[in-house]
């Protein structure tokens, strides 16, 4: 995304607008963590970077297009856990950033139990 100003361009990477969406969706009750699905370590292998985990942008002049990939926790409701996700992900990004976020897709990849959160917690 980019810019003009009167004192020049303004331009955000996508990265950034990944991070962003990312880190308001972790911090959504409900989602343990996100997954970056099978294609992540091959990504990885393949171009040598580390891929925003679970985050995928697409930005169009103004406006951005957001899938998630993400854990949620056992005992949920999957459905208000996702709304809430949505939600989140869109105002951080919408305020953050100016772009208007006009979709947030969610995959719900899997459910993290007490015994996968305690490794996912170990890892770190």
């Known amino acids: 995304m980019s810019e003009n100003s009167q004192s020049g361009i303004i331009r955000i ?31 990885k292998r393949m171009s040598g970077k580390n891929a925003k985990k679970g985050v995928f942008v697409e930005i169009m002049e103004s406006e951005a297009a957001i899938d998630l990939r993400v854990i949620v926790n056992y005992g949920t409701m999957i459905q208000d856990v996702c709304r809430n996700l949505q939600e989140n992900v869109r105002e951080s990004v919408e305020n953050m950033t100016g772009l208007r976020v006009v979709e947030v897709n969610v995959k719900v990849e899997s459910l993290a139990v007490k015994k996968e959160l305690d490794v996912l917690y170990k890892e770190k």
């Open 13 to 43: 990477s996508d990265d950034v607008i990944s991070i962003i969406a990312g880190l308001a969706a972790l911090d959504t009750p409900g989602i343990a963590s996100m997954s970056g699905g099978i294609s992540e370590g091959f990504t």
